[in-house]
């Protein structure tokens, strides 16, 4: 090789299976760009001010809290909110955007998350250019049943504004909730139609049993030599599904294949790499330099599509371990990038539960692909740029589509 799937008790279940699933997580973790470990934080308000057997102890802050208990005119916010915005100041101070704090409900969250299910709308949650939040709803999910549209921008949640200057994380619990008689939540949303014209509207989503759909694919209507096949998230599930996606399109006779990770805000590490292994025949998928040392994530050989002719989608919304499989597939030379310059975020993060719940995510390592080219702060340049179309046409699919055209009408010349 060159080189480098009564709703109560469907709900019940989901927990069941989410359990299941947080417990295997919780190994692949330890090995993955979301990593959890224990880690003992001492209070930064205790009151005698012995917070660190070492120098760096937090005594100006017990100091500012203890201003604060006697001379303060109006009601202190709840203990744990004060808490709370010490440890943010602490990590803001470091000034890397991928070191923060979220509180219990969000930590619950993401394990939900990553083991496929969990009780919400259906949507993925991503960026636009301009930094706002877009919703992309799932096929047949409770959003895209009540009408929201694919890049419609989230105005408001439950009458809170949502402003770019919010945490992802954050929003995403906003659009999740218990299933229950009624539970949902009222969202407006701004959209552009065709003529340019942006209007707002409010709409009432129940919340329902969610179960991700990580992967998606079908044959292309407009070439039924090329077959589609979507990674949406990297999580437990993906492996497999990549898996069942590759062989359903083989045996409907596909020639070429375009892999779309566009909006694809990345996963877990081990995975990705066995996503990485379906076209890649082996070789490094991806380097990972910690504080102390360095390891080498490798592809494993006989991928189911390691030979069709392949074309990666990627733009603005492609982040960690969606960079990492592109970025391996870009160096190989294995299929070339259409779409726009990625997100830029080559770090990887453990997770680290605190003793309330909440959690610190904490940079690590940084990851390089098998050329040891930097991802971190710069991103992926596509082969291929395209700039997005103003009236919503997926101009990078159809450039894809004839990219691959052309390729396979070579074939067909040289044969």
């Known amino acids: 090789m060159q080189k480098p799937s009564d709703k109560y008790s469907e709900f019940r279940k989901s927990i069941f299976i989410g359990i299941t699933m947080g417990i295997l997580l919780a190994v692949v973790f330890f090995a993955g760009f979301f990593s959890r470990d224990f880690l003992e934080i001492p209070s930064v308000f205790a009151s005698n001010g012995d917070v660190s057997e070492t120098d760096e102890s937090y005594e100006l802050i017990d100091e500012v809290q203890n201003l604060l208990n ?36 969000v930590a619950r969250s993401e394990s939900d998350v990553l083991a496929g299910t969990y009780g919400g709308i259906g949507v993925n949650l991503s960026r636009n250019a301009d930094g706002n939040f877009v919703l992309f709803p799932f096929p047949d999910g409770p959003a895209i049943n009540a009408g929201v549209q694919d890049n419609d921008v989230i105005i408001s949640i439950d009458e809170v504004d949502i402003s770019p200057a919010l945490q992802q994380d954050a929003v995403d619990q906003m659009l999740r909730g218990e299933v229950t008689d009624g539970s949902g939540v009222e969202i407006v949303v701004r959209r552009t139609d065709a003529n340019g014209e942006e209007s707002e509207e409010t709409i009432f989503i129940l919340f329902d049993v969610i179960n991700i759909p990580s992967v998606l694919w079908r044959v292309l209507q407009e070439d039924s030599r090329i077959g589609y096949l979507q990674v949406m998230r990297f999580t437990a599930r993906t492996p497999e599904e990549v898996q069942s996606a590759v062989m359903s399109l083989n045996e409907a006779d596909i020639e070429s294949l375009i892999l779309d990770m566009r909006n694809n805000g990345g996963g877990l590490l081990q995975e990705s790499v066995e996503v990485a292994s379906e076209f890649l025949d082996g070789g490094v998928v991806l380097y990972q330099e910690s504080i102390d040392s360095e390891r080498s994530f490798e592809a494993t050989a006989d991928g189911g599509a390691i030979e069709v002719p392949l074309v990666v989608l990627v733009n603005g919304g492609t982040a960690s371990a969606a960079e990492l499989v592109a970025g391996a597939l870009q160096d190989y030379e294995r299929g070339i990038l259409i779409g726009q310059v990625t997100y830029g975020k080559g770090t990887i993060q453990q997770i680290f539960p605190l003793s309330d719940s909440s959690s610190i995510h904490v940079t690590s390592a940084e990851w390089f692909t098998p050329d040891r080219n930097v991802i971190d702060g710069v991103g992926l340049e596509p082969d291929i740029t395209m700039i997005p179309d103003d009236n919503g046409r997926d101009i990078e699919i159809g450039e894809a589509v004839r990219y691959l055209q052309e390729q396979m009408n070579i074939a067909g010349e040289d044969n």
């Open 70 to 105: 006697r001379h303060y005119l109006r009601e202190q916010p709840e203990y744990s909110q004060r808490q709370y915005g010490a440890i943010r100041g602490v990590l803001q101070a470091l000034g890397d955007r991928n070191t923060f704090f979220i509180e219990p409900a």
